[in-house]
């Protein structure tokens, strides 16, 4: 019997091989994920850079205390902040309590309700309650009128100017800009006198407040980080947003300083009305104005371009692409010319006539020494001056390409740069966050 040969033979195990090409990709690409320069990505959006600061601020109004004459109690006409022509009834002091008339509500008198709930709804504060009885008071006049009293003596007060009257005082009503302190910023001290109630007045007591201009202004106190800020950008005038309904206002910008305190009064033509019983407002000065394509200043950097004359552009190539014609000498020594397509960057201004435009080129375009032929001319212009752009990285395609920027605005983090620049980034395009971590061409994701 032939006995069985043994098979010594090397077997190759598939599995073991599948196996094994499994871990070496896996660790190629650990090992290209661990040495990669990691780039974190930004989305350009647009809008402004940081939020405008905001202000406590101190009303100051053309207005006076009307006071009474003699002692009585007093019945209202007008409803408080509503306007009273010249030599208008406002009220009378009386020694009868109850002069006035409830007459029927006519449209006239709900249309002036509707306008008085209005302005209470938007300007509506759960901290400041007093502001309810305000609109009580008002409510209470709304619907009476001066030829609806019936008096058997009384003396009538007229408003001596056409203006808004007001049933409340606090002591800041003659003050000028100058006369401001830091003390009058200190509002728990402060006391909000309400003139109209039920109790009967004295001689000398105030009735009413007559606000007699639209012209009026808010002054602010500034810190010198705030005043440098403002007065470094050579304002005269500056719009400002109240924060009590939203509103805005523009106005003329002064700077004055008191005591060592720099403050800054804001005088405006408009507006008075909806704040003629605040006397202290909370304001934001829309400073930063500037909008645009917002990005991180970390994404900005610089590259280096060739300036080529503009007047040496031409077109060539079969899609007529705009280029330069370069000089070249074959191994032979002929000269020639060929055409080199160039993406044209940007376009200096002369500055006056005897100044030359110039053309950004790619640097990686031509060779500093190259020499280029001015079209249908004799005209030679050698590479060699260069210059520098500012601009990001986009990561749109996947890896880094140029994109040219121009900075409107800036902060220490951010700046807003222009719209529709060419061969620059749009909205919703992705660039580099830290633009000095990758070079042109690096390949992101």
């Known amino acids: 019997m032939a006995k069985k040969q043994k098979n010594s033979g090397f077997h190759l195990n598939i599995g073991i091989v599948i196996f094994g090409a499994l871990v070496l990709y896996l660790v190629i690409t650990m090992f290209l994920y661990l040495t990669r320069v990691h780039t974190e990505t930004y989305q350009v959006t647009s809008g402004t850079l940081s939020k405008n600061e905001t202000y406590a601020a101190i009303a100051l109004r053309s207005e006076h205390i009307v006071t009474a004459d003699a002692g009585g109690y007093v019945n209202y006409f007008i409803a408080d902040g509503m306007k009273a022509a010249r030599d208008e009834a406002v009220c009378i002091v009386s020694p009868q309590q109850d002069l006035v008339k409830k007459h029927a509500i006519t449209s006239d008198d709900l249309a002036q309700i509707r306008q008085l709930a209005d302005r209470y709804a938007r300007a509506y504060d759960r901290n400041q309650f007093r502001s309810v009885y305000d609109l009580k008071f008002s409510l209470d006049t709304s619907v009476y009128g001066a030829s609806e009293f019936a008096a058997t003596d009384g003396k009538l007060y007229y408003a001596g100017k056409d203006g808004i009257i007001s049933y409340s005082s606090d002591g800041y009503e003659s003050k000028t800009a100058d006369q401001i302190s830091s003390d009058d910023f200190y509002t728990k001290s402060y006391h909000k006198n309400q003139l109209k109630s039920d109790a009967s007045v004295s001689a000398g007591s105030p009735v009413y407040r007559l606000i007699d201009s639209e012209n009026w202004s808010i002054v602010l106190a500034l810190s010198d980080h705030q005043y440098k800020r403002l007065t470094d950008s050579d304002r005269t005038r500056i719009r400002v947003r109240f924060a009590k309904d939203g509103l805005s206002e523009t106005g003329n910008l002064r700077f004055f300083d008191s005591d060592g305190v720099h403050y800054a009064e804001i005088t405006f033509t408009d507006g008075m009305v909806r704040y003629c019983n605040d006397r202290f407002l909370n304001v934001e000065l829309v400073t930063n104005t500037v909008t645009g394509l917002k990005i991180p200043k970390s994404a900005v950097i610089e590259k280096t371009f060739y300036a080529v004359p503009v007047n040496f552009v031409t077109e060539g190539g079969d899609s007529g692409d705009s280029g330069f014609l370069k000089e070249v000498t074959d191994e032979n020594g002929v000269v020639s010319t060929s055409f080199v397509e160039a993406t044209l960057y940007e376009e200096t201004k002369p500055v006056n006539q005897a100044d030359i435009a110039y053309y ?72 580099v966050r830290n633009g000095d971590r990758v070079k042109e061409s690096d390949i992101l994701h």
């Not at 249908?376 to 880094?400: H, M, P």
């Not at 920027?405 to 061969?423: H, K, M, V």
């Open 360 to 431: 950004f080129v790619d640097t990686e375009t031509f060779s500093r020494g190259d020499v280029l032929i001015k079209p249908d001319s004799d005209e030679r212009f050698q590479i060699g001056t260069t210059a520098k752009l500012k601009g990001v990285y986009s990561t749109n395609k996947g890896y880094a390409v140029f994109r040219k920027i121009q900075i409107l605005d800036e902060d220490d983090e951010s700046c807003i740069i222009a719209e529709g620049t060419s061969f620059g980034v749009t909205q919703y395009d992705y660039i």
